[in-house]
């Protein structure tokens, strides 16, 4: 007798394009491509063949000229007249992969050209987020004449005012959100500048540095504007580390330098790539964006979290292999320090919803005993749980808290902490993630008026997840040959999700639970005799549980995805969600 499965609550929202048989067909017929591909490509846009053959080459027809950006033209040539003048520059990065990565790309650059520069890497707790106008005073008085931000800066008046002071010149390289007045500096390059007229809003910081670069090279004859200088190739790992871990748009200009440097990262050509490799245990694998975001970026990350983030820049910019490994081994143990830290965190925020009853239309809570540099991802956590907006500040029995911000995709988080601004003591990010200084009396205020602003911009389905459904396929449709083509349309992240497919009435053979707390599946088609399909389901006993029984037909939605494992490449399906059988036809075509 078979097991009927349990009752199994609805986790998202399954979403379905629009079908055009005519324009896929189009597309198929022009590129040479299957079904799934051609409307995957059709899911993202792509309508014409030309723009989808142009998406599927990421070549630089995708770049645009760095000189659009406002002060690009002074910060060029204050560069070289630093050189010129023989003045001290030193990069002052971030804690995070994007800043310490934006140093690392300038340090080498100014190296490349003949000009070594000194870098800064503030501490979280002891100098604080941006540029600090203590350390910019150490740095004056130690010979500085002109400093290069990356990855913060837009913000930092009081710093910039300061060096100002001092005799010192700031460059402003940045992403972050721009709320008044732009600070004095020599030259601010962020492309969210409200007068701004560079048309790619999506770079990071470090994708920022990467345009100064290469702006100075071709005010020195050494490149065009049109394509990527062969001088900048070797730098595109770095730009691949920071864009990802950043989660920013894989799209348009990202999508051409983070492409590129993922082979590079796959490569191992620098040390420190290798050795990192080496401790997350991806010694000689491929690279690819999930990688970076699970594997490779945490473990920059946690230095800059919770020991030294200046590591991270030694690490990725060491020539010396024996140095690399030292720097690698030294992030690991850090990162598994802040996972400890994280979980216990983790624990009590969680305690401390469920205590609060059913959250509203966001989350905000603060507490003394939290530790700053890990609240970011518990908030990532939380969102990911309760599909709210959420903020947690750590205060430190002074008075005042810092906190961290996660968000949704329906809510541009910064926009709505700008309704609260008269609240805060500081604030800044963008739409999915933002950063607070807050006073502790104000904390009662501040989760009041968001949670007012979150409900006025949202709508009730909001506040459930949504899964896009890009095509139907079969089992027999699901191989090598459909793995290469997804190949072709990655890397995958913001702006370019990684394909779902949904496999109408697949019956899985076998379920077993494996790891902790995954669901392993075999999977069969009763009109494909003999084919077979692994998927696996991660962390599903909480949600999938009892829902599933073997010989049962499901409707299941799923990644394709590559798994090796003892040196063995196998096709396999990442289950993202499971239904009953559909009684009724439809799905996706």
């Keep these: 007798m078979v097991t009927q499965p349990q009752a199994q609550p609805i986790r998202f929202r399954w979403r379905v394009p629009p079908i055009d048989p005519a324009a896929r067909r189009a597309l198929r017929e022009a590129l040479g491509v299957s079904r799934i591909a051609a409307q995957v490509l059709l899911n993202r846009g792509l309508v014409e063949p030309a723009a989808a053959r142009a998406f599927l080459a990421a070549g630089d027809a995708a770049l645009h000229d760095p000189f659009r950006f406002r002060d690009m033209r ?36 100014f190296a490349m050209i003949g000009y070594p520069v000194g870098t800064f890497v503030p501490d979280r707790f002891a100098d604080g987020y941006g540029l600090n106008p203590e ?86 004859g050494e490149a065009t504007a049109d394509a990527l200088p062969p001088r900048l190739m070797p730098l595109l790992d770095l730009v691949a580390l920071g864009t990802v871990a950043d989660v920013a748009p894989l799209t348009g200009e990202n999508r051409v330098l983070v492409r590129h440097g993922l082979e590079l990262l796959s490569a191992e050509r620098r040390p420190g790539v290798g050795a990192l490799k080496a401790v997350a245990g991806l010694a000689g694998q491929p690279v690819g964006a999930g990688q970076v975001g699970f594997h490779l970026g945490p473990r920059i990350n946690a230095g800059g979290r919770v020991a030294d983030g200046g590591q991270g820049v030694a690490l990725l910019t060491t020539r010396d292999p024996e140095r690399a490994l030292a720097a690698a081994r030294y992030l690991d143990q850090a990162n598994q320090e802040r996972r400890a830290i994280e979980a216990d965190i983790l624990e009590d925020v969680l305690a401390r919803i469920q205590a609060g009853g059913e ?138 999700p990684e394909p779902v497919l949904l496999l109408p009435g697949v019956v899985p053979e076998r379920v077993r639970p494996v790891g902790n707390g995954h669901i392993k599946l075999t999977l069969a088609q009763p009109d494909a005799p003999g084919r077979r399909l692994e998927a696996i389901a991660f962390g599903a006993a909480d949600w999938l549980g009892g829902a599933i029984a073997e010989g049962v037909p ?36």
């Design 135 to 220: 350390r910019v005073a150490d740095l004056a008085r130690a010979g500085t004449r002109l400093i290069i931000t990356t990855d913060n800066g837009t913000s930092a008046h009081q710093a910039v005012e300061r060096a100002g002071a001092l005799g010192v010149d700031v460059i402003v390289t940045d992403h972050h959100e721009v709320s008044g007045p732009l600070p004095p500096a020599y030259a601010v390059l962020n492309p969210h500048r409200h007068d701004g007229t560079y048309p790619e809003k999506g770079l990071c910081g470090v994708g920022v540095a990467f345009k100064l670069c290469h702006a100075i090279l071709i005010r020195r």
């Design 74 to 109: 002074r910060a060029v040539e204050r560069v070289e007249r630093a050189i010129a003048a023989g003045e001290a520059i030193t990069v002052y990065g971030d804690y995070d992969v994007d800043g310490i990565s934006g140093a690392a790309l300038l340090s080498e650059f």
């Design 554 to 589: 499901v409707d299941l939605a799923g990644s394709v995805t590559a798994n090796r494992w003892q040196g063995r490449d196998t096709i396999q399906l990442r289950v993202r969600d499971l239904r009953a059988r559909a009684r009724a036809a439809g799905g996706v075509a």
């Design 359 to 496: 959250p509203g239309h966001c989350i905000v809570l603060a507490a003394e005993g939290w530790h700053a540099g890990v609240l970011g991802i518990i908030a990532s956590r939380v969102v990911e749980r309760y599909h709210r907006p959420c903020i947690l500040i750590a205060l430190d029995g002074g008075g005042t808290g810092k906190g961290s911000g996660r968000s949704i995709p329906a809510l541009h988080l910064f926009d709505a902490l700008s309704a609260c601004a008269d609240l805060l003591l500081g604030f800044g990010g963008h739409m999915a993630a933002a950063g607070v200084t807050v006073e502790a009396s104000q904390v009662a205020a501040l989760a009041a008026r968001l949670d007012g602003e979150v409900g006025r911009r949202l709508a009730p389905d909001d506040f459930r997840p949504q899964l896009r459904l890009d095509a139907s396929a079969r089992l027999d449709e699901i191989h090598q040959g459909l793995l290469d083509e997804f190949a072709r349309i990655a890397p995958f992240g913001p702006g370019n």
